[in-house]
């Protein structure tokens, strides 16, 4: 369940202080973790033997559903080890600390949400191109917004965790920027734009209403939602098409706030 904003307040504090800290490894600073890459992990763990992956995957999926829970400042290291069914000594054999299975746990997070959704329109023009990925952000929000709260808790007082949310955010940030100077090249969006700002600038009030949505709870619906970010991209960029001005149903039904 998603935290209120004062337990995420709270959480972040308690991050700050390192009040949860229960085994010395886990209050170290490891911000220089923030260096190791996704070819890297990846690259420690096709090393492992077949028995060792299933335990590592296991340690990874058990932090995942503990982070959601609990919070990044709420989870211990016995807390995940407890879940996957392993010992603590088994967790220091595959992780260094909590941040570093919280990155992997991320990493993963970040290829998923900068995934497009499965369903795409059959002629996949700038438009629908625009809504199909503002469709599957909200939707891959919605399935994460435990885990975008638990970052967001301690991003802001945590160098290493404050680079891991900018790169996040990072692929789908450098996936707009293209788009926009595709556009532009083009001849269908402004080219007065700085692509890089104007992807930026619109991503962020995408994720920015996906937050206000999905974790502070107002009360939108799904394919309103995605029409409406879909409109304010088109007119923020100049483009000189017309969206329709019903709301759009394609990739699936009208989901709520779950």
């Given at each position: ?22 085994d010395?490894?886990e ?51 016995a807390?995940?080890?407890a ?6 000594a088994?967790?220091?054999?595959y992780?260094q600390?909590k941040?570093?299975i ?7 997070l ?10 795409q ?29 638990a ?34 090249q ?21 994720d ?7 974790v ?24 000189n ?18």
């Open positions: 369940m998603v935290r209120n904003p004062a337990e995420c307040r709270r959480w972040a504090v308690v991050s700050r202080g390192r009040s949860h800290v229960t010395p490894r209050g170290a600073d490891h911000s220089h973790l923030a260096a190791a890459g996704t070819a890297a992990a990846r690259s420690a763990t096709s090393a492992l033997r077949p028995r060792a992956q299933r335990t590592r995957e296991a340690i990874v999926v058990a932090a995942g559903d503990v982070f959601a829970g609990n919070g990044y400042a709420g989870t211990r290291i807390d995940i080890a879940r996957a069914g392993v010992s603590s088994s967790f220091y054999t992780f600390s941040e570093q919280f990155r992997e746990v991320i990493r993963r970040q290829v998923e949400m900068a995934r497009r959704d499965g369903h329109p059959a002629r996949a023009d700038a438009i629908a191109g625009i809504e199909a990925s503002n469709r599957a952000y909200i939707r891959s929000y919605r399935r994460n917004a435990a885990l975008m709260v970052l967001e808790q301690v991003a802001p007082f945590d160098a290493g965790l404050r680079q891991l949310r900018l790169e996040l955010r990072g692929p789908v940030v450098r996936r707009g920027e293209s788009a926009v100077r595709t556009w532009q083009q001849g269908l969006a402004d080219p007065d734009l700085d692509a890089r700002y104007a992807a930026t600038a619109l991503g962020n009030m995408v920015r209403f996906a937050y206000v949505w999905l502070l709870g107002e009360d939108f619906e799904e394919d309103q939602a995605v029409h409406t970010l879909t409109q304010l991209w088109v007119r923020a960029l100049g483009m098409h017309r969206v329709s001005q019903r709301p759009r149903t394609a990739g699936g039904t009208n989901l709520g706030r779950e």
